[in-house]
């Protein structure tokens, strides 16, 4: 602790009080870490000490780190200058007014300085100076002595009254000279009392009135002192003065006691008869102008009264002087003392200041972070006084004792402005009265933001689907992430993250727009070249340091019915020629010939059918629906010609239907041997049988590896169950039927390949379905002109032959 005394004079009275002060200081050490004194009355500018040498602080912190002066009083006596670091004086410093006749008179302030927040208690001690002078309250005072009164008897005196304390206070009387008093000075503790020793015998005859000069002195620098004029009125004889029952009454009052309470009641008696044994009582305490405010003595009884309002705050004590006379001629009066201690009573409640330090404080604040300062005043004394502030209901702060009555309040849990963005505090202080008085006070305390949410989309992937043959510019999906920040923290941009491999580049696909996550697609989307793609979008705020987050998309390109029909080879579309012969001999239903077409497109839009258009009502041949064999319907007659033009279509089941033409010239011919020569679909051949084993051989491979490849598929999918972006695909799965055929399914695709037995050359039609699958019934085929249809579940993409 740093004690400085700037003003005191250096004589050997102002080095032993300034001794004095520096022990004081010293003893209070633990509740203070700057001391300095200051005499009272100095001028404003007065300098007090230089608080960055004494805090050890380079000048020019205390401007940058926020130093500043929190004053404990409601005036502000002292003020920092920053640019120096001087303490100086900026008002007037009257001790008596501040303190009145406390033994000690000190200023109590915070200094408060910032990065990092640092408190220092700064004590100031306010030193008494000589600026008052004693003085009576009475300028002349009377008494009346009996001629007849012996030497020895006392009379008291009206005291003097000095508002400085200490050594500049009264600290002696002095009597002007006389042959017949002298006088008698006692003291108790602060008080001094003065009485009026007759010394000699008087004699009314001859010296009826005696006047003396009664001198109250201080022992100030320079002392000061007060006079009061005693006139003595020397009497005929009254031969005993009244006597109270004892010199010394006490009693304890209640602070705001009603008016009229009976305090005590004096007793004084009197030896003499008839009138000189009547006793009046009085109040004596003129010098004191509250006691006769506050009490009142009826004369008659002697009974002391309230007769204001009792305040322990104002005054503790009351010291009264009562008297005693008889109505004898002249009367004799006597006196004596009344001490009234004041019982406090709680009638005050506490007083809470607050002194923000922080207009907010981040929600990311460590624990300990200093908001505000707490001070708490009870103008009650003892338990009454004794004052406990702490925080209503749950909140993350709480309150740190600094200095008695002074609290920090700092931050003590973590902070969340998504879930609170504010904080009503409701400190309560309450005092240990019976019964207790308590005072409210509500700190709003504003959370700001930090970067501390990360942009989230409402689920981890995003399904789009897309027609193919769409317009390129077109927004495909909007993503939207949402952040819980606010401002720069919560304003979120969208990019795309190309780390899926896909079979083509994805900036020549898609864009994004980076704020309002418009995805829109660059291109006129092709399902027989790219049926699905997959790309992650990731979102980022504009925080110190930004937080990102991803979303997977993928993206299903669905099928249009924009690819025609086409005819394979031996025959070949509308326009060439193609011919076929067979015998006149021909039963019904003989083989003329197999139409064999196929779609680019999927699903329905690739189930074919056929139909022959031409020549109108033929009745010579049919054509299977679903297998496109020609056959004979009946057998020849001599009425049918020669030579019969046919027109196959061939119609796939998108809207709209899109279709092709083959045309075929059958022959009838009268011999056998000219239809082996020219018939193209004769019994098998062996390069027929050798390109049927290549065709068996290509698939059977091609399903080993996609059953290798669906395994491997379903076993990651198990082992990574976790992955969002594969939860809501099941894996792929083969399917061999009893007939020997076999098929191959997915949740959203499903293909079905099958061989018939009596047919040599079978056809392999695969109609993949976009999402997402539903229900249908499916045409099976079984290689003649019959058919059947079949329901499967789950997907309706499935097609056996």
Not at 390 to 407: D, H, R, S
């Amino acid at each position: 602790m740093l004690s400085v005394d700037r003003t005191m004079p250096f004589s050997s009275v102002t080095w032993i009080y300034l001794t004095l002060t520096l022990l004081d200081c010293c003893l209070d050490a633990a509740s203070a870490q700057l001391a300095y004194s200051i005499s009272e009355e100095a001028n404003p500018g007065t300098f007090v000490g230089n608080i960055a040498k004494d805090l050890n602080f380079k000048v020019h912190e205390l401007e940058s780190r926020l130093f500043k002066i929190v004053a404990g009083s409601r005036k502000a006596y002292f003020e920092v200058n920053t640019k120096t670091g001087a303490l100086h004086v900026t008002e007037r410093i009257d001790r008596e007014e501040l303190c009145g006749k406390a033994a000690k008179c000190a200023v109590n302030m915070e200094a408060v300085i910032n990065e990092p927040l640092t408190l220092y208690r700064i004590e100031i001690n306010i030193l008494d100076i000589n600026d008052n002078f004693p003085y009576f309250n009475e300028k002349s005072q009377s008494i009346d002595i009996a001629e007849s009164t012996l030497p020895g008897i006392r009379f008291p005196l009206l005291q003097a009254y000095d508002a400085d304390i200490g050594k500049n206070g009264i600290s002696a009387y002095k009597l002007s000279s006389n042959e017949h008093f002298s006088l008698a000075v006692s003291k108790d503790g602060e008080s001094i009392s003065t009485e009026l020793v007759l010394q000699k015998a008087l004699d009314r005859e001859k010296e009826p009135l005696i006047e003396l000069i009664l001198t109250a002195l201080d022992d100030g620098s320079p002392p000061k002192s007060g006079i009061s004029q005693i006139l003595i009125n020397v009497l005929d004889n009254n031969d005993n003065t009244p006597v109270f029952s004892k010199p010394l009454y006490k009693a304890r009052l209640f602070e705001n006691a009603p008016i009229g309470t009976t305090v005590l009641t004096l007793n004084a008696s009197d030896a003499d008869e008839g009138a000189n044994k009547e006793i009046t009582y009085t109040l004596s305490t003129k010098e004191q102008d509250d006691v006769l405010q506050m009490f009142h003595l009826d004369p008659n009884t002697g009974t002391l009264t309230v007769k204001g309002n009792v305040d322990f705050e104002k005054h503790h004590a009351f010291e009264i002087r009562a008297q005693a006379s008889d109505k004898g001629q002249p009367p004799m009066s006597t006196h004596c003392k009344v001490l009234v201690e004041v019982v406090d009573v709680n009638d005050n409640s506490p007083e809470i200041t607050v002194t923000s330090l922080l207009n907010t404080v981040k929600e990311d604040a460590k624990v300990g972070t200093v908001v505000a300062l707490v001070s708490v005043l009870d103008k009650d004394g003892g338990e009454n006084g004794e004052v406990r502030c702490v925080i209503e209901g749950v909140a993350p702060f709480k309150l740190e004792t600094t200095y008695k009555n002074y609290y920090s309040f700092v931050v003590d849990g973590t902070l969340d402005r998504e879930s609170v963005s504010a904080y009503n505090v409701t400190i309560t202080a309450t005092d240990g009265g019976i019964p207790p008085l308590s005072t409210t006070n509500i700190i709003t305390v504003h959370v700001s933001d930090v970067n501390d949410n990360a942009p989230r989309f409402l689920s981890p992937h995003v399904n789009i689907y897309v027609k193919e043959n769409g317009a390129v510019g077109a927004v495909l999906q909007t993503v939207s992430a949402f952040d819980n920040d606010m401002n720069e923290n919560g304003q979120v941009s969208y990019s795309v993250s190309d780390k899926v491999d896909n079979a083509f580049p994805l900036y020549s696909m898609i864009n994004i727009n980076s704020e309002t996550g418009d995805i829109i697609g660059l291109q006129s989307f092709n399902y027989e070249e790219i049926k699905t793609f997959q790309f992650k979008v990731q979102a980022t705020d504009s925080g110190v340091p930004p937080l990102s987050s991803n979303v997977t998309v993928n993206v299903f390109i669905l099928d249009e019915n924009d690819n025609n029909p086409s005819i394979l080879a031996p025959y070949s579309e509308h326009g060439s020629v193609n011919s076929e012969n067979i015998p006149y001999s021909a039963e019904a239903g003989y083989f003329v010939a197999k139409i064999r077409a196929v779609d680019a497109d999927s699903g329905y839009n690739a189930l074919l059918s056929y139909h022959l258009s031409e020549p109108k009502g033929n009745n010579l041949f049919r054509i299977g629906t679903s297998s496109g064999e020609i056959r004979t319907k009946r057998r020849m007659s001599d009425n049918d010609l020669k030579s019969h033009p046919l027109v196959v279509l061939v119609c796939d089941h998108g809207e709209p239907s899109l279709s092709a033409t083959v045309s075929i010239d059958v022959v009838v011919v009268e011999r056998t041997a000219d239809i082996q020569t020219q018939f193209r679909h004769v019994p098998i051949k062996e390069d027929s049988f050798s390109v049927l084993n290549l065709y068996l051989l290509i698939a059977i491979v091609s399903v080993s590896v996609i059953f290798l490849l669906s395994l491997i598929s379903l076993i990651a999918v198990k082992c990574h169950r976790t992955d969002g972006s594969f939860s809501r695909y099941s894996a792929p799965m083969i399917t061999t039927h009893p007939d020997g055929s076999w098929s191959y399914s997915k949740s959203t695709q499903q293909y079905d390949v099958c061989f018939s037995s009596d047919t040599l050359k079978s056809d392999v039609v695969v109609f993949p379905t976009p999402f997402p699958p539903v229900d249908a019934e499916l045409i099976s085929i079984n290689g003649s002109d019959t058919f059947t249809r079949t329901q499967t579940l789950p997907s309706k993409d499935k097609v056996r032959m």
